[in-house]
C-alpha cells in the first residue's frame, strides 16, 4: 500500500505570493492533518480534516487555509507568504478522526520563502 | 491547552549502549504515539500506544504508556548508528489534535 504523498517537494516563493501544497492520503484513510516544521517551534498543529470538514484548527493566522476533497486529497493554502512561513510543511493520515488510530506522515514539502 | 516536555532534549551515546527518553503531559491523553525524524524527511512511526500501563515493543524498541496516563517512555536496547536521528512523542485525547513533543536529538558517538 502506498504511502502518503506530498507535492511538491520543495518550492521556493518571493514574499507577498501565494502557495498552495498538496497532499494524498494513504488508500482508504479518510483523515488528514497538517503541522508546520521549523527548527526554532518544532512540530506544529495546523489543521485536520475529516469527511471534507475541519474538524481541529491550530493557532495560525487566517492567511493559512485548507480544505478536503471528496477522495479525501488535500490541500492547503498560504496568502501573501512571509519570510517566517519558510518551513517544512508535513501532512499526515489516519483511517479517520478519531485517537484510537496512529497517523502517518509524507516526506513534507519544502518551503522557502525569499 | 495541553503541553509535552519531553527530554533528554539531546543524548550522545556510544554505539551498543541502551537509551532512555521520556514526556510528561499537564493533562491526560489516551493514545501516545512515538516517531523517529530523519533530516529532510517525515516522521516515521515506531510505537502506538493506547492504554494507560501498556508496555510494547518493536524490535529493539519499547515503550511504555504510563498508568497516570500522562507520560510516556521509550527504551531503545543496543543502539546502533542507524538508530541517529530526532525522536518525537505525541498525544492525544479523544478527537482533540496530536500534540507533538519537542524532540530528542540522537547522536552515537563513533
Known sequence: KAGVTQTPRYLIKTRGQQVTLSCSPISGHRSVSWYQQTPGQGLQFLFEYFSETQRNKGNFPGRFSGRQFSNSRSEMNVSTLELGDSALYLCASSPTWSSSYEQYFGPGTRLTVT | ?110
Not at chain 2, 8 to 19: L, R, Y
Open chain 2, 1 to 110: 491547552g495541553q503541553q509535552l516536555n519531553q527530554s533528554p532534549q539531546s543524548m550522545f551515546i556510544q554505539e551498543g549502549e541502551d537509551v532512555s527518553m521520556n514526556c510528561t503531559s499537564s493533562s491526560i491523553f489516551n493514545t501516545w504515539l512515538w516517531y523517529k525524524q530523519d533530516p529532510g524527511e517525515g516522521p516515521v512511526l515506531l510505537i502506538a500506544l493506547y492504554k494507560a500501563g501498556e508496555l510494547t515493543s518493536n524490535g529493539r524498541l519499547t515503550a511504555q504508556f504510563g498508568i497516570t496516563r500522562k507520560d510516556s517512555f521509550l527504551n531503545i536496547s543496543a543502539s546502533i548508528p542507524s538508530d541517529v536521528g530526532i525522536y518525537f512523542c505525541a498525544g492525544r485525547f479523544g478527537n482533540e489534535k496530536l500534540t507533538f513533543g519537542t524532540g530528542t536529538r540522537l547522536t552515537i558517538i563513533p
